[in-house]
C-alpha cells in the first residue's frame, strides 16, 4: 500500500538528491534479481537515511537487517573518519553480493557486516553506539530495541523501518491475526511509553519510527 499519491511520491523524488551511481545500481541489481525488491530501502528513504548520518555524524552505527546493503551504504556516508557501521544479517544467500557492494564503495574499509542472528551478536558487542538502525524480522523489534537502548549514547538515535506495515496496525483483523502487524504495534506502544526515549512516527514509504534516548 502507498501512503503518498504516486505523482506526489516522483515529484518528492525528482527534488531530492540523486541516488549515488552505485546505489542506482545497486537498486536495478536489487529490483532484477532479488525476491521482495520492495525491502529495499530504495532513493528517497536513502536520502533521508543519509541526512540522518550527516547531521549525527556518528562514529558508530549498528544495522539489524542489511538485505541487499542499500541502508547501510546510505548511513555509512555521513561517517566520522574514523567511524565503523556494524550490519548483520542472517541471509546467507545475499552475503556474495553484499560484500561486492560494499567492497565496490568509499566505506569498504569501515562497514563491518556479519552474518548470523542478531539477537546473538548485538550482546557481544561493546562500542557505545550513536545511531541504529532497525530493519530486520518484525517480532524482534522490541527485543533488539531492548538490546541496544543501553548500547546507545545519550541523544543517540534509533531508527525503525516499516512500523505502519502498509496500514494494517490500523486493521483490528491483522492485529488479531498476524504476528508481525502484533509485534509492530506493540514496538510502536513501547516507543510511546518508554520514559529514556523521545519519539516520532513518519508516514515515510511504509513509517519510519525516529527514537532519541534521552
Not at 483490528?172 to 508481525?180: G, I, R, V, W, Y
Request: proline letters at 3%; aromatic letters at 8%; one cysteine or more.
Amino acid at each position: 500500500m502507498e501512503f503518498i499519491d504516486e505523482q506526489l511520491s516522483a515529484y518528492a523524488e525528482k527534488h531530492t538528491t540523486a541516488e549515488p551511481e552505485l546505489l542506482q545500481k545497486l537498486n536495478r541489481d536489487t529490483y532484477a534479481n532479488v525476491l521482495i525488491p520492495r525491502m529495499l530501502s530504495g532513493h528517497l528513504q536513502g536520502r533521508i537515511l543519509s541526512v540522518f548520518s550527516h547531521m549525527i555524524q556518528p562514529k558508530r552505527i549498528l544495522e539489524i537487517g542489511t538485505y541487499t546493503g542499500y541502508s547501510a551504504l546510505c548511513l555509512a556516508e555521513g561517517l566520522t573518519k574514523d567511524g565503523k557501521l556494524i550490519t548483520i544479517d542472517i541471509n546467507e544467500e545475499l552475503e556474495d553480493r553484499v560484500r561486492r557492494y560494499i567492497n565496490d564503495s568509499d566505506y569498504s574499509s569501515q562497514i563491518d557486516f556479519h552474518v548470523g542472528n542478531a539477537l546473538e551478536i548485538i550482546p557481544t558487542l561493546e562500542d557505545e553506539l550513536d545511531l541504529v538502525f532497525i530493519d530486520a524480522d518484525k517480532p524482534n523489534y522490541s527485543n533488539y530495541f531492548d538490546l541496544v537502548i543501553d548500547k546507545l549514547r545519550t541523544g543517540g538515535i534509533i531508527i525503525a523501518d516499516n512500523v505502519l506495515w502498509s496500514a494494517k496496525v490500523l486493521v483490528p483483523e491483522q492485529l488479531a491475526k498476524d504476528e508481525d502487524t502484533k509485534a509492530l504495534h506493540e514496538f510502536n506502544e513501547k516507543m510511546q511509553q518508554d520514559s529514556r526515549v523521545e519519539n516520532v512516527l513518519m508516514p515515510v514509504r511504509d513509517g519510519l519510527m525516529v527514537v532519541r534516548k534521552k
